[in-house]
């Protein structure tokens, strides 16, 4: 499914890797998530968007609620179990509750988390409240994920790449047009990465719901800026090609609960898929 065509008048720059300004007369990808959570730092435009997605696919706030869980109870297992102790976070949108360094640095209080989004009212609000612990460290970066080049240099001021990172993509991936080839920017991400790495995604679907997913996708890419591509169960699972599936593989992120523990919602079935795949070789040491 791809996005519609843009809306005569509306602003679309060049360039895909370029970096918006602040606006509140428009929706933001972040803002219109943050809505969905409950949150309050969301505009006119955001709301707007956000419930008329909300009209023809009513489970979309529960698809949102689930992703934040799934991040917090991922966080933890590779933390806990998997002696994971830095984080690419891309994609983080705006801060809410259980963010992903200090979901790490409950488990490991020495843990570094780097931050990427694009949106500069994100990095805004999170150099103000994402700060670390005392053993750890925390960063916070603006790029584009396409932009791989970037955040990995700016990254590795904060994060050892020759040590086992864990990357997330969480609801990330579906903004990148087929054009911008979203599976050659993951394959650079995890190239870049150490072997004993993590790549976690959560991406939203076309073959989950496909009638009611059609018309909030219309909806959303006819009055959003940044339009999104949905895709198949197998065009996600391609996402984690070279890697070692980790759980019950690419699913529902209901499916993941009794592996991951915690609590996925009442709904068995949302019209996204989750997974986690490790790049095989050697464990390797914690960063210090």
């Not at 990808?29 to 409950?38: A, N, Q, T, V």
């Not at 969301?42 to 009513?58: E, I, K, S």
């Not at 990330?172 to 870049?192: E, Q, S, W």
């Amino acid at each position: 499914m791809t996005p519609m065509t843009p809306v005569p008048g509306r602003h679309h720059d060049a360039s895909p890797c370029s970096l918006p300004g602040f606006t509140a007369g428009s929706a933001t990808p972040s803002r219109i998530w943050d809505y969905w959570l409950g949150g309050k730092d969301n505009f006119a435009a955001d709301r707007a968007v956000a419930d008329a997605v909300a009209q023809a696919l009513p489970v979309i706030p529960a698809v949102a609620r689930q992703t934040r869980q799934f991040l917090a109870s991922a966080v933890q297992l590779l933390a806990r179990d998997h002696g994971i102790r830095q984080f690419l976070d891309i994609g983080a949108g705006l801060p809410t509750a259980c963010n992903t360094h200090e979901v790490a640095q409950r488990v490991a209080p020495s843990s570094r988390v780097v931050y990427v989004d694009h949106d500069p009212v994100v990095l805004t609000h999170a150099r103000a409240l994402l700060t670390s612990g005392p053993q750890g460290r925390v960063a916070c970066l603006q790029a584009d994920i396409r932009d791989t080049a970037t955040i990995l240099a700016d990254a590795a001021r904060t994060l050892d790449f020759t040590h086992p990172t864990a990357v997330l993509l969480l609801a990330v991936l579906h903004f990148i047009p087929g054009a911008d080839d979203p599976h050659a920017v993951v394959k650079r991400l995890m190239g870049a990465m150490a072997p004993g790495s993590f790549l976690l995604v959560v991406h939203g679907a076309n073959d989950i719901l496909p009638g009611h997913v059609a018309e909030a996708l219309r909806r959303y890419n006819d009055m959003s800026a940044e339009p999104l591509t949905l895709r198949s169960r197998a065009e996600i699972a391609g996402f984690f090609e070279g890697l070692t599936p980790i759980g019950p593989g690419v699913q529902a992120p209901a499916a993941w609960e009794q592996f991951l523990g915690g609590d996925m919602g009442r709904f068995p079935e949302l019209p996204c898929y989750a997974g986690i795949g490790r790049k095989p070789g050697a464990r390797g040491n914690d960063a210090s």
